[in-house]
């Protein structure tokens, strides 16, 4: 039995599968139905109703392929050894939807993510998790262009308000942490040693 390590986490572009790869869902049929799974292009379902087509490679999912799952999760994309490795677009269940790298099986490298609340990420990414340099753009107006750490803003970057406010430092497990400017619609601006959100020493 074909193993299969799927990480959920979350793009870009418009998915298109084939009608005949998503018929799969309505056969009966356990194991590889079609094609060669060995080494070869091939058809696999899985007894849960989760099915894969695309590359195999001494028996594993290897090279370009997609999978499906009865929950609604969808990659397609490349494949090394049964994880996701390279180029691929993940849809989750909840909607969200991340194209780009991926590594042993997690989003990482640089990719896109379109979050079904109407927020987007362009950035990078390790362990399914925003890390390093990147921009959110959020459904309110809002906007942070700046560093993460492990899905936070940590590091230096700016928030721009939807009015137009900014506050442009260091950051702490979301929080303004450190030293940092804020500067408000009239131009005055104010500048020290924040701490939790709040301005400790000018």
């Known amino acids: 039995?074909?193993?299969?390590?799927?990480?959920?986490?979350?793009?870009?572009?418009?998915?298109?599968?084939?009608?005949?790869?998503?018929?799969?869902?309505?056969?009966?049929?356990?194991?590889c139905i079609s094609g060669d799974c060995d080494n070869g292009l091939g058809k696999y379902v899985w007894n849960n109703g989760d099915y894969y087509y695309g590359a195999w490679k001494l028996g594993n999912m290897?090279?370009?392929?997609?999978?499906?799952?009865?929950?609604?999760?969808?990659?397609?994309?490349?494949?090394?050894?049964n994880k996701k490795n390279g180029q691929g677009k993940l849809v989750l269940p909840n909607g969200d939807v991340y194209n780009g790298d991926f590594k042993d099986g997690m989003a990482e490298g640089f990719g896109i993510m379109i979050y079904k609340n109407g927020n987007t990420f362009k950035g990078d990414w390790k362990n399914n998790k925003r890390n390093g340099h990147g921009v959110m753009n959020y459904s309110t107006g809002e906007r942070y262009i700046g560093n993460y750490k492990n899905n936070l803003r940590q590091g230096n970057g700016?928030?721009?308000?939807?009015?137009?406010?900014?506050?442009?430092?260091?950051?702490?497990?979301?929080?303004?942490e450190g030293q940092g400017t804020y500067t408000y619609l009239d131009g005055s601006q104010q500048s020290g040693i924040w701490s939790n959100g709040e301005i400790v020493k000018q």
């Open 1 to 31: 039995m074909k193993t299969l390590l799927i990480v959920c986490f979350s793009i870009m572009a418009t998915l298109s599968f084939s009608q005949e790869d998503t018929d799969l869902t309505s056969t009966s049929e356990i194991g």
């Open 62 to 81: 290897e090279g370009k392929g997609t999978h499906y799952k009865v929950d609604g999760t969808i990659y397609d994309g490349f494949w090394i050894n």
């Open 158 to 176: 700016r928030f721009t308000y939807r009015n137009g406010e900014n506050y442009n430092g260091e950051w702490l497990y979301g929080e303004m």
